[in-house]
């Protein structure tokens, strides 16, 4: 699948991009600036014999995916997708991203009273398939594909066939996807993520995550 | 401990209470009924060689416990509540709490903005600490005693020290605790029920859950 990767030059943009290039997936990493997603792609590729992937401004990543996936911080969230709507027209766009509010360990209230990836589906519109997915993985250890995350990924959206692309790729990822209902059930995803964060100062400890147990 | 149990006469009120009283606690069952409370203590008690519960309307339980559990539909919440803020005054308020919406598998969004903990804290002040916890354990297995849950319950409240007394109660539940931060955070493990309702329908089961994993 070709796969760009909005926000690909940092921690878990790269680090999903690292685990799908391996599996043999086409990726491009996008970036505001192009020279910086080569830079990144490049020294990717240098640890990934045989893997593709190169980098790209934001605007060429998107026009090239058959996905785009959303990893920018929740403050450059708007303003990216604003530049990018026909380039999005008719893809599924893959949000991973999570507002942060202070402290960071306490659940962050938008002013919209929405999840962040209801905003970007509210911005987009119906052209754009919005799912969002990763919200909870801890970006520490995505590099090493040695390692086993021990984390599900909760996948909200409107689409079951567009949520199924996207546990294809958790799956290749090496996680278990989860169909966690539609879009709105987002911003539980989006608040654990502080609550895991707290557990993580708590505990004082880097990779806290969940699991949905029952299953099977 | 000396608990009771507001709403007592329902399946998740009554689990716990029968798990509680099976360590060892004094469990009280309140209801708007006393009639109703004292019988369903009584069938309980019938299971127990030994353990002490017994039932009372809300505002007896209330006075002579010294840990309350608020175990009503959210739609009883406000007006429970409203009855009792002396009886609850200098004590733990222990809320199992989940507003549910429709369709019961999406997050619901109460009016308020804030979650239903937050609005049980803000209706009694200050003089009641409240403490959310076990809002996502499913009712399915608690008569079992043999049965072990999987499923780590969040706590969310403002204060470590009551965290902890609840953390005990987890345990002696069968149950691990794991604090999840301040008050507001309970927003998240009360929109996780939605979400692991959904996993349930989904996938015909009737217990999925949560545990928090990278802890240890």
Chains 1, 2 share one sequence.
Not at 161 to 188: E, F, H, Q, T, W
């Amino acid at each position: 699948m070709k796969i760009a990767i909005l926000g690909g030059t940092g921690a878990e943009g790269s680090g999903l991009a690292f685990r799908w290039a391996a599996k043999g997936h086409d990726v491009v990493l996008g970036s505001r600036s192009a020279e910086r997603a080569a830079e990144k792609a490049a020294e990717l590729s240098a640890q990934l014999e045989g893997a593709s992937m190169q980098g790209m401004d934001n605007s060429s990543a998107s026009s090239w995916a058959e996905l785009v996936v959303l990893s920018v911080p929740y403050s450059a969230q708007e303003k990216t997708l604003a530049a990018l709507t026909e380039e999005l027209s008719g893809k599924i766009l893959l949000t991973v991203v999570v507002p942060l509010g202070k402290p960071v360990a306490r659940v962050h209230r938008l002013p919209s009273g929405v999840s962040a990836a209801e905003e970007a589906q509210q911005q987009l519109g119906e052209d754009v398939r919005v799912v969002a997915a990763f919200q909870n993985i801890s970006a520490h250890h995505l590099m090493d594909l040695e390692h086993e995350i021990d984390c599900d990924v909760l996948i909200c959206g409107a689409k079951k066939a567009d949520k199924a692309i996207v546990a294809d790729l958790c799956a290749d990822a090496g996680m278990r996807g989860v169909n966690a209902g539609s879009l709105p059930n987002a911003s539980i995803a989006e608040g654990l993520t502080s609550l895991l964060i707290g557990v993580n100062i708590r505990n004082k400890i880097k990779n806290a995550g969940i699991r949905i147990t029952g299953i099977e």
